[in-house]
């Protein structure tokens, strides 16, 4: 089975500066993806930026970026140019390729962005 | 706008009583998900469901069911058999195939009295 391990409970970061989250999954898959998702305090999952396993380059979104590790089994998201609205939990998350493909969480991290 | 609506926001629920979540989609997706989350700790798997009239057991499924009559519809059924409902409850949609992202509603929370 599949599983994703976030050992940072909470992490704090000060505004404006940069942040990185840790995420690590266990899968004898080779074709998969990998999510991170935040939750703020309305509690709405938002899709913060996704990556192919069998994709090379480490995706972007503006000021999120993500360093995938495959044979370490590593996805980290890192935050820069931190705001007070990135203030929230979150989710790394695992999808195998298929057609029956469950989303697969980790515990969550909370972020906390300080003045 | 397409979206996933959840109902009611906040639901409680009496002792022995059994309760229904409401999921509705507009996306045209054939995937639906419902998932479980408790303070502190991810989001688990209860039950998902890639076409109409068929579904399957996620990790945690006991004491729950479901339907799926309509595609648009995917409500959930917390029975009285499931000991500890106090909850935050998620229903999500998607394409069912390849690694498209999962479109969440705002969810329920479900407190026992």
């Known amino acids: 089975a599949q599983t994703v391990t976030q050992s940072q409970p909470e992490m704090s970061v000060q505004e404006a500066e940069t942040v990185t989250l840790s995420c690590t999954y266990d899968?004898?898959?080779?074709?998969?993806?990998l999510f991170w998702y935040k939750q703020p305090p309305s509690r709405q999952m938002i899709l913060v930026i996704r990556?192919?396993?069998?994709?090379?380059q480490n995706a972007t979104e503006n000021r999120f970026s993500v360093n995938f590790q495959k044979a370490a089994k590593s996805f980290s998201l890192k935050i820069s140019d931190s705001q007070l609205g990135d203030a929230a939990m979150y989710f790394c998350?695992?999808?195998?390729?298929?057609?029956?493909?469950?989303?697969?969480f980790g515990t969550g991290t909370r972020l906390q962005v300080t003045l | 706008d397409g979206g996933i609506t959840q109902s009611p926001k906040y639901l409680f629920r009496k002792e022995g009583q059994n309760v229904t979540l409401s999921c509705e989609q507009n996306?045209?997706?054939?995937?639906m998900y419902w998932y479980r989350q408790d303070p502190g700790q991810g989001l688990r798997l209860i039950y998902y469901?890639?076409?109409?009239?068929?579904?399957q057991k996620g990790d945690i499924a006991e004491g729950y069911s479901v339907s799926r009559e309509k595609k648009e519809s995917f409500p959930l059924t917390v029975t009285s058999a499931q000991k500890n409902p106090t909850a935050f409850y998620l229903c999500?949609?998607?394409?069912?195939?390849?690694?498209?992202?999962?479109?969440f509603g705002s969810g329920t929370q479900l407190s026992v009295l």
């Open positions: 998350a695992y999808r195998r390729i298929g057609t029956a493909s469950k989303l697969t």
């Open positions: 996306l045209n997706h054939d995937a």
């Open positions: 999500a949609s998607s394409v069912v195939t390849g690694g498209e992202k999962l479109f």
């Open positions: 990556q192919e396993a069998y994709k090379q």
């Open positions: 899968t004898s898959e080779s074709d998969y993806y």
């Open positions: 469901s890639q076409i109409v009239n068929d579904f």
